[in-house]
């Protein structure tokens, strides 16, 4: 749902300008340095991007799913990692405390996480714990006033970085189930809190990742999500549809991407004396990325939609998910393609492309767990 498309379409122009101006010109230096140049960061912050999806009594733009959706089609059209920088303040740093936090807790940190004054994580998976979430191993034990919290967790983003971690862990040892599982507030300069080395990754320079270590680190007791045991696991699938549809509509910016790149250099480049785009065969691998990128477009907007209409739209975004993380992969593969020896030099935008979007297939939930997510509630629609 767009409340004003005038507001809307202002800042999804001033979004565009900001990544064709300041962030596209700017992806090599970030790929380079394995960092977002501070400058952008503070402009990120002064356009309130770390609180697109926050609402405004907390400091945030409040934008509704449609239109979270059309801004993060803008901004996938440049390299992820700069969204990734302010993804998990709009997403589970935040919302998992919007939806099931206390008022204090909401008080106290929603709206420095709105403003980009702490950056958030998001701790779930573990070494031994990845897709079978609901098996993880870190322990959360009541002592007194403190809850003392041990296990590793791994591949989390911003990792490095972040000032506030919401964490999984086990509260009840004899449920081994969703059940035992709760939320935690944890900020980063507590003591126990043990930071890895970040990550060597294949793509997504500037996003950075390392394990986070929890050796006896005693978390008060009031920071428990919610102020109860037993809802962690249920609180991070609250915020997962909005999730899906957000990294969807990345995607569906990033092919987009892709498919400039592609044309433009396809009616640049000769072969045969005439332009490549003249070329059936590669006519055919555009028209194909054009028709797969429209379709993501298509599907995310309608699932959005249907979100801010309050529809249940948990199959749906599992379907945006599998669908456009797949195609974006296609996406780039043919952009390579099409740029022949070209595109496997890294002076080409569509060779870092092609690492950087490998990724979008495996966080937010694999394509094997989106399917699995659609089949069962189809079977359990149809029953």
Known sequence: MIRDPELINQLVDTIARFVRERLIPNEVRLAEEDAVPPELLAEMKEMGLF???IPEEYGGLGLTMEEE???????????????SVFGTNNGIGAQGILIDGTEEQKAKYVPRLATGEILSSFCLTEPDSGS?????RTTAVRDGDYYVLNGTKRYITNGPEADLFTVMARTNPENKGAGGISAFIVEGDTPG?????????????????????????????????????????????????RGRLHISAVCVGVAERLVEESLRYTMERKQFGAALAEHQLVQ?????????????????????????????VSTLASCCKLFCSE?????????????????????????????????????EG?????QLVIARNMVREAS
């Open 51 to 53: 609180g697109l999806s």
């Open 69 to 83: 959706a059309l801004v993060a089609m803008e901004i996938g059209k440049t390299s992820p990692a700069f969204r």
């Open 132 to 136: 079978d979430a609901a098996s993880l």
């Open 193 to 241: 809190l043990i930071r890895g080395p970040a990550d060597k990754k294949m793509g997504q320079k500037g996003a950075h990742t390392c394990d986070i270590i929890f050796d006896n680190c005693r978390v008060p007791a009031e920071n428990i999500i919610g102020g109860k045991e037993g809802q962690g696991f249920k609180t991070a699938m609250k915020v997962l549809d």
């Open 284 to 312: 055919a691998m555009l028209a194909d990325s054009k028709t797969e990128a429209y379709a993501g477009r298509t599907m995310v907007m309608d699932a959005a939609r249907r979100k801010d209409d309050g529809e249940n």
């Open 327 to 363: 195609m974006v992969g296609r996406v780039a593969d043919r952009a390579v393609q099409v740029h022949g020896g070209a595109g496997y030099m890294s002076e080409y935008a569509v060779e870092r492309f092609y690492r950087d979007v490998r990724l979008f297939r495996i966080y």
């Open 366 to 370: 694999t394509t094997q767990i989106q």
